[in-house]
């Protein structure tokens, strides 16, 4: 009898065993795993790989100062291609894989797709993109250490309304983020008697845009609302101005410094609200945390970041640490509940606070404009020859 109590107790320890190393458990393990799904082909490879390269760059930092809660981390990174069907098969085998968390896709579609399973499966999980939908479906294992359009955009249209501009056409891709910033700015833009005079899209891949801008400007529009991904801005800048455009444009994102490089004058007069820039060079940053960060990132990869999804993410991997830290374990369902406590976490976006209630860790931001092919502050902008021969026209 007791032979046989002893072989069923055995058993059950055996069936615990198997279960706890499927669920990925890390309290038991000396590891800590991080899942990074990201478009690594197709027209999102570049800011795709500048994330996945963040990331790597935080590992090292954190290991090399003793690992989080003295477990060593470890990366698994797949190629969601951007795609929301490749990011559920990513997805699911992250989950199979046991990760401990997510810092997920910059591609908002992406991570509104794989965002259920991650919730299933209790996963604490950070979003690197910017729309505000995969925030709206009240995960509570979601959050984000980035900028939320959503809450961007009321200051761009302030800044209009202070301008005194009365009509704005819009120019779109049709991914989530793109689409989400049309439908809130032309909702914000209708509040404030703005005008919005044509909303014109484009198609993933085309690079001739003007049927798009031929009605922009026969529209009689003052100002420009751009909302693409960044590959996309250099194009459009460059074909508004040939075309005749000399307006004020506002990007929905970061107009990022390969996207000024490329276009070169034809992006002055563009400006945008967003939590940092991107810099052609560790030199011209006068900040010096992102400055740190671009050092290590330079000294790993031999570049600088061209995309600001590395900043993204990077600060995501910061927010993590910091929960896991504030939660004293890597228990999953703990780390989840010690973000929401979070204030004052360094970044290079700046201080987030996620006690909002929101899971959203940023809620302020700066608005940038390019004048002489060089970013400055809305505020130093005023009074420049280019604005008063904008606002002129107005």
Known sequence: MKRKMLLVSLAILLIASVSLFANGSSESSDTYVIGVPQPLTGTNAQPGACALNAVKVAAKQFNDAGGILGKTVEIISYDDQGSPEESVRVAQRLVSDGVDAIIGSCISSAVLSAGQIYENNQIPTFGTGTSPT??????????????????????????????????????????????????????????????????????????????????????????????????????????????????????????????????????????????????????????????????????????????????????????????VEAAGTTEKTAVAEAVNTLSGVQTLAGMQDFTYGDREGLHSFNIFVIDNEQYITFDEWVGSPLYNEIVSQY
């Open 134 to 323: 995969w925030m709206a479906q009240g995960w509570e294992y979601l959050f984000r250490a980035c900028q939320n359009n959503d809450f961007a955009l009321p200051l761009v249209v302030d800044k209009l309304t202070e301008l005194g501009v009365e009509r704005v056409a819009i120019f779109a891709g049709q991914d989530d983020a793109a689409v989400a910033g049309v439908n809130t700015f032309t909702e914000l833009a209708n509040q404030a008697g703005i005008t919005v005079t044509t909303t014109e899209y484009y198609v993933e891949g085309n690079t001739d845009f003007s049927g798009q801008v031929a009605r922009i400007i026969n529209s009689n529009a003052q100002v420009v609302f751009i909302s693409t991904f960044g590959p996309t801005q250099p194009l459009i800048a460059r074909q508004l101005r040939q075309f005749g455009f000399n307006g004020l444009c506002f990007t929905k994102d970061i107009y990022q410094v390969d996207a000024l490089q490329v276009a070169g004058a034809a992006s002055n007069g563009i400006a945008f609200a967003y939590p940092y820039l991107t810099y052609a060079s560790i030199d011209d940053c006068k900040d010096p945390f992102i400055k740190q960060f671009l050092e290590a990132y330079y000294e790993m990869f031999g570049e600088l970041p061209v995309s600001d999804c590395a900043y993204r993410a990077y600060d995501s991997m910061l927010v993590l640490k910091a929960a």
